[in-house]
């Protein structure tokens, strides 16, 4: 059985910062391709970042420079740093892990509102 856990949201003011993890149940964590997504209300799901299984890294436009992807092999974990953060960031954060299979976690609702 794999599973994917996302924790870390709230809610938090403008300017603010968040740590979010995605705890992974899965096999060989460490041969996987690891993802952050959200879909904020009314829009289409977005790609926030992503690590690969070297560690290369990579960020969508809209969060270059705010956003740190990492991860923990140590630990089956992945996170995401959030800084400077902005309304337009608010939605619902989803972990993904790509190798031979996808897999998806039920995600963790992040608010930035004063």
């Known amino acids: 059985q794999v599973q994917l856990v996302e924790s870390g949201g709230g809610l938090v003011q403008p300017g603010g910062s968040l740590r979010l993890s995605c705890a992974a149940s899965?096999?060989?964590?460490?041969?996987?391709?690891m993802n952050w997504y959200r879909q904020a209300p009314g829009k289409q799901r977005e790609l926030v970042a992503v690590?690969?299984?070297?560690?290369?890294?990579n960020y969508g436009d809209s969060v270059k420079g705010r956003f740190t992807i990492s991860r923990d092999n140590t630990k089956n974990t992945v996170y995401l740093q959030m800084n400077s953060l902005k309304p337009e960031d608010t939605a619902v954060y989803y972990c993904?892990?790509?190798?031979?299979?996808?897999?998806w976690g039920q995600g963790t609702q992040v608010t930035v509102s004063s």
């Open positions: 899965i096999d060989s964590f460490n041969l996987y391709g």
């Open positions: 993904n892990a790509h190798w031979r299979y996808v897999y």
């Open positions: 690590i690969s299984s070297g560690g290369m890294t």
